[in-house]
C-alpha cells in the first residue's frame, strides 16, 4: 500500500524568509501525482501545486516550488518570500491515476512577523 | 471558493443517532470523494462515486454508507453514530474516474457527537 510521511509535524520561519517541508512516499508505481494541499485555519483544502511523476521538471507555482526526487521518493516543498497568509497546515498527498488522495499526517506552518 | 458545495456547515448530534452529509459537486464533475479528518490527523479515503456507482471503498465503517444520486449530488450517511466519529467530513469532486484529474474539495462538514 502507498504511504506518504511527512517527517516534520511543526515548522516555523520568519516573514519574507525561505522554507522548506519535507515529503517522502512509499509505491511500488512508476506513474503517479504528488500534491501539495493547504489548509489554513478555515479548514478549506486548497491544492498549492502538483507534480506529475514522469515530468522530470520541478513543478512551480510563484512563491512555491518542490523538489521531486523520484529515485528518493521525496517530494518536498519549498515556500519563498514567506508571508503571514502563509500559516497553515501543510499536507503531502499521493495519487495513482483517478484513484483516492493519500495524505501524510500534515506540517503545521508558523510564520514568525 | 472550489465549486464544490457541502451541507450542513456544522452538525451537533448524540452518540446512537444517524446524520446524513450532502455534497455537490462542481459542475461536469462526474466523481466524488469523501474524506474523514480527525482532529489535526491527515485526511482518510471513505468511498468514491462516479456517475451514481460506487468505485472504490477506503477503511469505510459499516455504520456508514453513501450513495450518489442521478443529479450527481451525493450522500454520505452516518449511523449509530459513537464519540469518536466526530471529525471533518470532506467531499471532492473530479471530473472523470480513469483520468488523473485533481479533485476540488467542499469546505467540509464538522460533525460533533456528544
Known amino acids: 500500500a502507498q504511504t506518504v510521511t511527512q517527517s516534520q509535524p511543526e515548522m516555523s520561519v520568519q516573514e519574507a524568509e525561505t522554507v522548506t517541508l519535507s515529503c517522502t512516499y512509499d509505491?511500488?508505481?512508476?506513474?503517479?501525482?504528488l500534491f501539495w494541499y493547504k489548509q489554513p485555519p478555515s479548514r478549506q483544502m486548497i491544492l498549492v501545486i502538483r507534480?506529475?511523476?514522469?515530468?522530470?521538471q520541478n513543478a512551480t507555482e510563484n512563491r512555491f516550488s518542490v523538489n521531486f526526487q523520484k529515485a528518493a521518493k521525496s517530494f518536498s516543498l519549498k515556500i519563498s518570500d514567506s508571508q503571514l497568509g502563509d500559516a497553515a497546515m501543510y499536507f503531502c498527498?499521493?495519487?495513482?491515476?483517478?484513484?483516492?488522495?493519500?495524505f501524510g499526517q500534515g506540517t503545521r506552518l508558523t510564520i514568525n512577523p | 471558493d472550489s465549486g464544490v458545495t457541502q451541507t450542513p456547515k456544522h452538525l451537533i448530534t448524540a452518540t446512537g443517532q444517524r446524520v446524513t452529509l450532502r455534497c455537490s459537486p462542481r459542475?461536469?464533475?462526474?466523481?466524488v470523494y469523501w474524506y474523514q479528518q480527525s482532529l489535526d490527523q491527515g485526511l482518510q479515503f471513505l468511498i468514491q462515486?462516479?456517475?451514481?456507482?460506487?468505485?472504490a471503498k477506503g477503511n469505510i465503517l459499516e455504520r456508514f454508507s453513501a450513495q450518489q444520486f442521478p443529479d450527481l449530488h451525493s450522500e454520505l450517511n452516518l449511523s449509530s453514530l459513537e464519540l469518536g466519529d466526530s471529525a471533518l467530513y470532506f467531499c471532492?469532486?473530479?471530473?472523470?474516474?480513469?483520468?488523473?484529474?485533481?479533485?476540488?474539495f467542499g469546505p467540509g462538514t464538522r460533525l460533533t457527537v456528544t
Open positions: 459542475s461536469g464533475d462526474l466523481s
Open positions: 509505491t511500488s508505481e512508476s506513474d503517479y501525482y
Open positions: 462515486y462516479y456517475n451514481g456507482e460506487e468505485r
Open positions: 507534480q506529475e511523476a514522469y515530468k522530470q
Open positions: 471532492a469532486s473530479s471530473v472523470g474516474d480513469r483520468t488523473p484529474y485533481e479533485q476540488y
Open positions: 498527498a499521493y495519487k495513482l491515476g483517478a484513484q483516492k488522495l493519500v
